[in-house]
């Protein structure tokens, strides 16, 4: 059962845009952030660069460049969540979005993946003073 619990945004530390819940599932968010969420569940293991993000959301025209890894002794397949629209978002993923609300306009240099999750990224944005 899903716990609804209203806070303020920097209680939650969740995205707005995922509606400030304590659990948010994969069908619950944007369609632009479902298909990049999707794309690092089929990398799996790799990057993808040159992602733009444009009034928060990730923007897919361009198509960014997708690179798989490949890591001997692992599954080098797409994740096993991939195929499940209940997944529970997890906080590396929501770190992201949070990112993209602050930021709004990105472009995302490279975007490290592992287990179909966010790791790390190396992005350009405007700063404001």
Do not use: W
Request: proline share 5%; glycine share 6%; net charge positive.
């Amino acid at each position: 059962m899903k716990r609804h619990v209203r806070r303020c945004h920097s209680e939650t530390g969740l995205s707005p845009k995922i509606n400030n819940r304590m659990e948010t599932n994969k069908r619950d968010i944007s369609a632009p952030r479902r298909k990049l969420l999707e794309v690092m569940q089929d990398i799996n293991f790799g990057r993808i660069e040159g992602l733009q993000v444009r009034e928060g959301e990730p923007v897919f025209d361009p198509m960014p460049t997708m690179l798989s890894l490949f890591l001997f002794g692992k599954d080098n397949g797409p994740n096993a969540s991939r195929r499940n629209d209940g997944l529970i978002i997890k906080k590396k993923v929501v770190e992201l979005f949070e990112v993209f609300d602050r930021e709004q306009s990105l472009s995302i240099r490279e975007l490290m993946i592992d287990d179909g999750l966010p790791v790390r990224m190396t992005a350009t944005y405007v700063l404001r003073v």
